[in-house]
């Protein structure tokens, strides 16, 4: 289908090259009243790139109306921007495992029993519990004018909750989920329900049993909107264009040597795995920091047209938007120590979830809240603290790193280990 549209616009052009995703989606809800919701979509975009009197156009569409997508991708050429577009020529790729047989043929009703096999883990007369399970799957294909013809088979399977303690008297929703290609195992949904329990069970304190410093202990999904900064600095485009920390620094020390940062599209059954980019680029594991050294970048071939610099593979092109640079599967080294290692002596403050920091933060300075920060004591949980916030420089609080957990969890597409960090500041209540 997709090489019908580069063959009707080959002639007229440069260069051109598409991406065409095809989506099937099924969502079942079960809501604390005991009903279960069912939704169904199905869609497709394309999204089409040419280049003609070194001017690019481009354009999108969702639905199958080629000579209009190419008339318009022709159209936009007028007011595009100057540039060149080098397309990758045809090369092997990778074997990846995208697409499982068990979440391609998943339907409403398996999706329901996922989902009632963790709201009935979780049922308690203080909590208001909403259980969703969605499956989707579909397909992408990539090709170009160059030669390029390829294509890969996705599904994506998620559960969540969201709890509400309906007797605190400041009620803070949980939401949790687990996200991957796979169908989730019983351990999986497991784990999600002792997260649920572990979270939500602790008392509130009023106050802190110490007025005494403590360590700070954050977990993986805390790491992650820690590291937010640094995502946004490893841009290629932020990189050469001077708004990143990191311009003219490659091979320096820029954070501690404990820490180790990689995107690998080639991992099997990941959310951001896949064997070729949207551009049609081969994709392979790109290392970013390096025990501390700044090693590497990612970027796509718009920032290869308007920079001088290489694709990475890493190109993201939706039908209606500009193509942008999104990284695929990016994970953080784990270290030496065991988790427990951190809890299980004196006092620790353990931030479990922060808010992905918003705006442009790539300077660094970030403040970070959470209502999910516990006090423990020798490894036992005393309570949750109503609020804590950590606010500073990423760059300066990450030399307050002292350990990196030997054990990694993924979040969807990003996968990481425990910080312990001793001699910040929390402000907590």
């Known amino acids: 289908m997709i090489t019908d549209l580069l063959d009707g616009v080959a002639p007229l052009v440069t260069a051109a090259d598409a991406v065409l995703k095809t989506d099937e989606t099924v969502t079942v809800s079960l809501g604390s009243d005991g009903v279960g919701r069912l939704e169904r979509h199905s869609g497709m975009g394309c999204h089409l790139r ?25 159209d936009s050429v007028a007011v595009g921007p100057l540039g060149s577009l080098l397309l990758p020529a045809p090369a092997p790729t990778p074997s990846v495992h995208t697409a499982d047989r068990v979440a391609l043929s998943a ?8 989902a009632k096999s963790v709201a009935r883990r979780i049922e308690e007369d203080r909590w208001q519990v909403d259980v969703w399970a969605e499956r989707s799957a579909g397909r992408v294909e990539v090709a170009n004018t160059r030669g390029v013809v390829a294509d890969y088979e996705q599904t994506l399977v998620g559960v969540g909750a969201t709890i509400l303690d309906t007797k605190n008297l400041t009620p803070i ?11 989730p195992t019983g351990l999986d949904a497991e784990a999600l329900v002792t997260t649920v329990m572990e979270w939500l069970s602790p ?30 600095g490893l841009l290629g485009e932020s990189v050469f264009d001077g708004s990143s920390p990191f311009r003219d620094r ?129 490894g036992e949980r005393v309570g949750r603290l109503r609020s804590a916030t950590i606010s500073g420089n990423v760059y300066d609080l990450l030399h307050h790193v002292v350990a990196v957990s030997r054990e990694s969890q993924w979040v969807g597409a990003w996968c990481g280990p425990s910080l312990l960090l001793d001699g910040i500041e929390v402000r907590v209540r």
Request: contains cysteine; glycine residues 10%.
């Open 250 to 378: 490659v091979g320096d020390v820029v954070v501690p040597d404990l820490l180790t940062i990689v995107d690998d599209p080639t991992i099997a059954h990941r959310p951001g795995s896949r064997p070729i980019d949207d551009d049609g680029v081969v994709s392979h594991r790109q290392s970013l920091i390096d025990r501390g050294r700044f090693s590497g970048w990612v970027s796509d071939l718009a920032s290869g047209a308007r920079l001088g610099i290489p694709s990475t593979g890493h190109a993201r092109r939706r039908p209606h938007t500009p193509p942008r640079v999104a990284y695929s599967n990016l994970m953080v080294g784990s270290g030496e120590t065991p988790t427990a290692e951190f809890l299980n002596e004196g006092e620790v403050i353990v931030i479990e979830d922060v808010p992905i920091p918003r705006g442009n933060v790539m300077d660094g300075r970030v403040t970070l809240v959470t209502p999910w920060a516990y006090w423990m004591s020798e």
């Open 173 to 183: 929703p949980l939401s949790l989920q687990i996200v991957g290609t796979s169908w």
């Open 107 to 114: 339907g409403p009703m398996q999706l329901l029993d996922l």
């Open 203 to 232: 008392a509130t304190l009023d106050r802190l049993p110490s007025p005494d410093p403590v360590r700070v202990c954050l977990g993986p999904r805390a790491v992650r909107a820690l590291l937010r900064p640094l995502e946004l």
């Open 50 to 74: 040419v280049l003609k009197d070194d001017r690019i156009g481009m354009a999108g569409a969702t639905d199958g109306r080629w000579p209009q997508l190419r008339q318009a991708a022709l």
